[in-house]
């Protein structure tokens, strides 16, 4: 056990660990202090300046998300300083790219224009300037708006220290700063493998999942945790839904065990499937080997089972009926399958493709 | 997994995913974990990046992770068993071995000792082409780490040799005592999300849920009371098996739930002959499937998404999957289905939801008796979890192996069933991509994935492509002793000289008409990674 520290953030005395940021220790203690760059599970960078705190004697406002505490210090995170600090850094932002709520896919859950609203601020006192980048909206699953870009950086590190997957860094300098593959590749023509877990973690409006566009808004939705139904990794995905059509997936949010809010590209992107045209939605029943598939009731299809598995059973035994359970299917209907089997069928000819 | 419980008892992931993370060595084998297992991939990557993890890989093919490897053994198809005993060789003949662990929690070490004497790296390397030198270097790097976690997938097993393969994986492994401690053990990623449970729950011929065997009469006898029924204790068939059962007309009607053998399958051109001689064949799927065109009767089910119910993942975690949305048209979850069959044929299942049916499967089931849906709620628990305060086990084998003592095996390598030749020069072998999932019923319905990998693709060395003169994007026709298909070429260094690769996702280029369906005689696993192929431009 490392030794306490004692700090005051606000006025409140509070005992910490000497390793955490004064970020941590206030989000422990129920003060919130506001930012965008900062993303759990990945390296503190102090890039967007909107975590400024007051630590008293200290020469100018602090980052809280890289500032370790120190015994004694004295913090204040709702100074008219700081507030000042965090309107000028959210104004510039706005006022540097294309920040149009109206037709924004972010709209309602957009960590920007969250701290636009919270700071009061009516309108950036400066000229909305558009950096005029070309939307990538050549691929399927991810639109990438650079003009939205905040340069929080959080893409980058997502994909470098969360997926390691590094494809995404930064490129160009200054006001020409641009996020994304190496040689100004699209997504689509770089080596991504559409993890999306860029997508998961911009804050504004820029890197967005394409299917979900004008599917429904983020206070339409309803979200429905699960398990994935792809590898044996078992990863923990929300599913959202609008009157019941499958808009998107992202990753489970409480970043629990498996997958830590991670998800692959079959995970984010493979779900299509569920409500594909081509789902069978009919018992179909081939009377004589030579007919075809024709749609009947489920009671006209047990019936039809039954008897020739009776019938079978009676002639051959219940050694010539064979199953197959799934791997795909849940532990409930695998156990009752082996049952089925087993007691209603008398065999223990069931196996599933485990093997293959 | 017949590997595994021989020698430890337990045919299951050893330890957890989350530790993979936080150990000192990963060896890899068999497993493009990067492709087949991208979440855990991650992981993997992030110890090797942030925490100073050393990565051993082993694999013909140069996967992603080679990237992240310390060392990389390129081993020759089929010769991972001399791959393994070379190691350990090597970490006997230099004293690496852990000899107190060998001692206290191990049996048949000498035997071990003496099987692998004649697996010298220099004869390792005559076997596997993999250099002497670096053998040893992989020897070292796991045997001094206090923790390492071997990680393995179907690259291992499905060869004739596979059980063999995964006793090596577990020989090593206790060899440095690795097994029972956080951070280490032997570790199958299993392929699909609910295989685990599917085993768990006795969807094999062998075995009651919770690998209890059929041919035990205790076993037998208990079942009898609790599902009031005469039960078989003959073990069954395989799926293989199977299938060559209903050829000779041994097997007459087969009931497939939620699977897709006409793809999956070895040798499809004998199953799909096999299937059409059954008096029934009866398909449950939620996609019309190369398998279901077959049948005689269809059934429409719910897709994962459409019921509620539990998948037991890799990690022996079992969680909770949850409706999200109505199934189309008339479709019923699966269990719902069974249950009307089994009430039509006089033995009445009465249940009102997958609830009902888990809380069943908690009473018959000792490694899932203290698991209930109230406490998955939120996070999954990982069995064994025998009582309702159990918090579930983390990693297996802690103080005392599931059998008692450790059992090493020593085996021998043997040459894959079917060798190269002057007609059949090349080796096949198969796999996944990231893209694609299994027999692309579902990937290849979304978008998206569909549009990253729209086809398939054989990945052909340069200087296979130079020798049979194929260019790039060519298509080009693959030749077995059972089958040919078409693909467009892919030019790679990722095959190794004398191997292509291609995916089983397609059903237009049914790769598995050309694969072998020799069986490991132990684990009944066909011989997917390797059999003998021509190339030549189509």
């Given amino acids: ?356 | 997994m017949a590997g595994l419980a021989a020698a430890f008892g337990s045919g299951a992931m050893t330890n957890s995913i989350a530790e993979l993370e936080f150990t000192d060595v990963i060896l890899a084998t068999g497993t493009n974990t990067t492709e087949n297992h991208p979440v855990i991939a991650t992981k993997i990557k992030r110890a090797v990046r942030q925490h100073g993890t050393k990565l051993v890989v082993i694999d013909p093919r140069e996967i992603d992770l080679v990237k992240y490897a310390d060392i990389w053994l390129r081993q020759k198809p089929g010769t991972d068993v001399a791959v393994f005993n070379g190691l350990i060789n090597v970490i006997i003949a230099e004293g690496l071995y852990d000899k107190k662990y060998v001692a206290e929690r191990t049996e048949g070490f000498d035997s071990l000792k003496a099987a692998v004497a004649k697996y010298t790296p220099e004869y390792v390397e005559k076997i596997s082409t993999v250099p002497a030198e670096d053998l040893k270097k992989a020897a070292r790097i796991y045997a001094k780490a206090n923790r390492a976690s071997i990680i393995y997938a179907m690259g291992l097993t499905q060869h004739i040799s596979g059980t063999d393969n995964v006793k090596s994986t577990a020989n090593l492994s206790m060899l440095c005592g690795n097994v029972g401690i956080e951070g280490g053990g032997v570790n199958p990623l299993r392929g699909q999300n609910n295989v685990q449970g599917a085993c768990d729950m006795g969807g094999l011929p062998n075995v009651f849920p919770a690998y209890q065997q059929v041919a035990n009469e205790d076993a037998r006898k208990k079942f009898e009371t609790l599902w009031n029924a005469t039960l078989s204790g003959k073990p069954g068939l395989t799926i293989i098996e199977m299938m060559n059962a209903a050829g000779r007309g041994d097997i007459k009607a087969i009931y497939i739930m939620g699977e897709n053998p006409l793809l999956s399958d070895p040798d499809l051109h004998h199953v799909k002959e096999e299937l059409q001689k059954l008096d029934l064949l009866v398909v449950q799927d939620i996609f019309l499937t190369e398998t279901a065109v077959l049948a005689d009767v269809v059934l429409p089910s719910a897709s994962f998404a459409e019921k509620d119910g539990t998948f037991s993942n890799t990690e022996r975690r079992v969680q909770r999957i949850r409706k999200v949305v109505n199934a189309p048209g008339e479709a019923k979850p699966d269990w719902e289905i069974i249950a009307g069959i089994s009430t039509k044929m006089g033995y009445p299942m009465n249940y009102s939801s997958a609830k009902e049916i888990f809380e069943e499967i908690s009473k018959v089931t000792p490694s899932y008796a203290g698991i209930s849906y109230d406490r998955i709620e939120k996070e999954g628990i990982q069995w064994p979890c025998p009582t309702a305060e159990h918090n579930g086990t983390k990693f297996l084998h802690k103080d005392k192996f599931t059998r008692g003592l450790g059992l090493f095996h020593a085996v021998e390598y043997i040459p894959p069933a079917e060798v190269t030749d002057k007609e059949y020069p090349l080796i096949l072998s198969t796999g996944r991509v990231i893209y694609h999932y299994h027999t692309g019923t579902m990937t290849r319905r979304a978008q998206g994935p569909s549009e990253r990998c729209p086809e398939s693709l054989i990945e052909i060395n340069p200087a296979d492509a130079a020798k049979f003169v194929i260019i790039d994007g060519q298509m080009v026709k693959v030749t077995s002793r059972r089958g040919v298909v078409e693909a467009k070429a892919c030019i790679t260094e990722k095959s190794p000289q004398g191997t292509i690769f291609m995916n089983f996702h397609f059903a237009e280029t049914a790769v598995n008409l050309l694969t072998n369906s020799a069986l490991d005689p132990i684990g009944k696993i066909p011989e997917y990674k390797v059999c003998a192929v021509k190339l030549e431009a189509a």
């Fill in chain 1, 1 to 356: 056990m490392e030794t306490k520290v004692n700090v005051t953030i606000d006025g409140n005395e509070i005992s910490a660990n000497p390793s955490q940021t004064i970020l941590q220790v206030a989000t422990n203690n129920g003060i919130f202090i506001p930012t965008l760059c900062h993303y759990q599970n990945t390296t503190n960078v102090g890039a967007c300046r909107v975590c400024l705190v007051e630590v008293e004697n200290a020469r100018s406002l602090v980052a809280s998300c890289c500032m370790p505490i120190n015994p004694g210090m004295v913090v204040r995170t709702d100074t008219k300083a700081v507030r000042d600090a965090q309107k000028m850094v959210i104004e510039l932002l706005w006022s540097s790219g294309d920040h149009n709520c109206l037709t924004c896919e972010q709209n309602g859950q957009c960590e920007l224009q969250n701290l636009v609203y919270w700071l009061k601020i009516e309108k950036p006192r400066f000229e909305i300037e558009t950096p005029g980048f070309a939307i990538e909206d050549n691929n399927t699953m991810i639109s990438r708006d650079l003009n939205k870009c905040i340069l929080c950086g959080r893409c980058v590190r997502a994909c470098n220290e969360i997926q390691v997957n590094e494809v995404l860094d930064f490129a160009n300098r200054g006001s020409h700063s641009k996020v994304g593959p190496a040689f100004d590749d699209d997504y689509i023509h770089s080596n991504c493998v559409f993890c999306g877990e860029c997508m998961q973690v911009c804050p504004t409006g820029a890197i967005t999942c394409k299917m979900a566009k004008f599917a429904g808004r983020p206070w339409e939705l309803t979200k429905t945790r699960t398990t994935c139904a792809y590898c044996g990794v078992g990863c923990q995905m929300d599913i959202f839904t609008n009157n019941g059509k499958i808009v998107k997936v992202s990753g489970n949010r409480e970043y629990g065990t498996p997958n830590e809010g991670s998800l692959c590209v079959k995970g984010r992107f493979g779900m299509d499937f569920i409500q594909h045209p081509d789902r069978l939605t009919k018992p179909l029943i081939r009377r004589n080997k030579k007919d075809d598939l024709k749609e009947v009731s489920w009671d006209e299809a047990y019936s039809f089972i039954a008897d020739k598995l009776s019938a079978i059973k009676k002639i051959n035994g219940a050694d010539s009926i064979a199953g197959l359970s799934s791997a795909r299917c849940t532990n409930e209907e695998n156990y009752l399958f082996q049952k089925f089997m087993r007691a209603t069928i008398g065999t223990n000819n069931v196996d599933h493709c485990a093997r293959l």
